[in-house]
């Protein structure tokens, strides 16, 4: 079975503390994404990686960073944390380069809160 | 910019009703996943379908795909408590390869 682990459940920080978010996955999956899922706005997708070293600006990348040195792992980087990004952060990976089939595997999600 | 809308947002239902949630684009998608989040969880693919037309059945859940491929329909006999959660389409094909998610379906089933 894949398995997509992030690093935290649950996380709270300060406003302007910089806050790591860490995806490993074990299936050897090319591609990694980050979204984050608030009530009402779905899931929004803030950068996704097609190999190593390698970034693509999604949807709503402002605010956020992110670095793959690794194959199997993928971090979102929030420089200054804000009020809004408090929020339900997602990690996904899938085999494929293209998406327009291939199965995303989800991690179980990290509930940040900022305050 | 493809979009996706789900209908209805909510849906509470009391155990062995049938139900359907529908899934529209005004944009041609190559195929549709539909997905099922349970609480404190992520999205679990549930099936895909790539073929205009196509009707796929998962035990008591049927997805069907439009002629079009524009839009997708999850329909759910005689439910029951588990099938509680929220569930999301995706579409295939988005400008940078990636799948577009709609914004979901919350389902609660109550006994």
């Known amino acids: 079975d894949v398995k997509v682990t992030q690093s935290s459940r649950y996380l709270v920080k300060r406003t302007g503390e910089k806050v790591f978010l860490e995806c490993v996955q074990d299936m050897d999956h090319e591609n990694m994404f980050w979204y984050r899922q608030d009530p009402g706005l779905g899931l929004r997708l803030i950068y996704f990686?097609?190999?190593?070293?390698?970034?693509e600006k999604g949807d709503i990348p402002e605010g956020y960073s992110v670095s793959r040195e690794k194959k199997e792992r993928f971090s979102l980087i929030l420089e200054s944390a804000s009020t809004n990004q408090t929020s339900m952060y997602l990690c996904?990976?899938?085999?494929?380069?293209?998406?327009?089939?291939?199965?995303?595997?989800f991690g179980p999600g990290t509930r940040l809160t900022v305050l | 910019t493809q979009l996706l809308e789900q209908s209805p947002q909510f849906l509470s239902i009391q155990e062995g009703e049938n139900l359907t949630v529908y899934c529209n684009s005004s944009?041609?998608?190559?195929?549709l996943q539909w997905y099922r989040q349970e609480p404190g969880e992520g999205p679990v693919l549930l099936v895909t379908v790539v073929t205009g037309g196509e009707v796929k059945k998962l035990k008591r859940l049927t997805f069907q795909f439009g002629d079009a491929r524009k839009d997708s329909s999850l329909h759910i006999t005689a439910a029951q408590p588990g099938d509680t959660g929220l569930y999301l389409c995706a579409g295939g094909g988005g400008s940078q390869g990636n799948l577009i998610f709609g914004k979901g379906t919350k389902l609660s089933v109550k006994p």
């Open positions: 990686s097609y190999d190593v070293k390698m970034k």
């Open positions: 944009s041609v998608f190559s195929s």
């Open positions: 996904a990976s899938s085999l494929y380069r293209d998406g327009s089939t291939d199965t995303q595997y």
